[in-house]
């Protein structure tokens, strides 16, 4: 079971990689249009979707679940005001890194979440590393997009982004040897997580989607809350 838990993680992480090769190829190898532009967009807007649809359908259901009322609301309300003070450090370093940020803060706690389960339902189990995987893919596109306009160098980004992909496998883990028997635990983390990634859409991701005059591209986020809301309903 141990060995089917580290390659269903590693699938669920190694989109990260492969989404920033992706980002990689079509910054580099496809030229300057109106049609790339619509399409870069599109992808943020999907990104988007599929974050909000890991908020409503996992992490938030989960610690409205799990947790009592005060707990709830102090664990979701830290999660907003932690990562309110790290996007206003990165705004005064000119870093943008926003949906990188989000990125991690569904990924972690899902996977360490996709490990507790896997220690009692390995079907489910594997339902839910595939939608991590599919989430992680548009969301390391979007991701890698901000660390490159931020000034880092595609080589180290995409170092960075490989090395990410591992971050699963070791999260799963954790979830499945430590957290597995503390369910509240796991809840809370998801409620801290939830509070900090709404912060980060309404502030950052969903406004930088946005393209004048062009409204099929808020269809990406529709599209993106629907491959949610089928990877939900098959977990």
Not at 34 to 50: E, Q
Not at 176 to 204: C, E, K, N, R, W
């Amino acid at each position: 079971m141990l060995t089917q838990l580290i390659l269903y993680s590693g699938f669920a992480g190694v989109t990260v990689f492969l989404g920033g090769l992706l980002a990689n190829y079509f910054n580099h190898h496809i030229k300057e249009s109106p049609i790339k532009y619509i399409i870069t967009h599109t992808m943020m807007s999907f990104g988007a979707g599929i974050i909000l649809s890991a908020l409503a359908l996992v992490l938030i259901p989960t610690g409205m679940e799990e947790l009592d009322l005060l707990p709830l609301i102090l664990s979701f309300l830290s999660g907003a005001a932690v990562f309110m003070f790290i996007d206003l450090q990165l705004a005064k370093s000119g870093g943008q890194t926003s949906t990188l940020l989000a990125m991690l803060m569904d990924f972690v706690p899902e996977s360490i979440a996709l490990g507790a389960v896997f220690a009692t339902d390995i079907n489910s189990a594997k339902l839910l590393a595939v939608f991590i995987g599919l989430q992680n893919f548009p969301e390391a596109f979007n991701s890698y997009r901000d660390v490159v306009t931020s000034g880092m160098s595609t080589k180290k980004t995409l170092l960075i982004f490989f090395f990410l992909s591992f971050l699963g496998i070791v999260a799963a883990l954790v979830g499945h040897f430590l957290l597995s028997d503390y369910p509240g635990l796991t809840a809370i983390l998801m409620s801290f997580a939830s509070g900090g990634i709404l912060y980060l859409l309404i502030q950052d991701i969903i406004p930088e989607s946005k393209l004048e005059k062009n409204y099929l591209i808020s269809l990406g986020a529709i599209l993106g809350f629907l491959v949610g809301m089928v990877g939900e309903k098959l977990f």
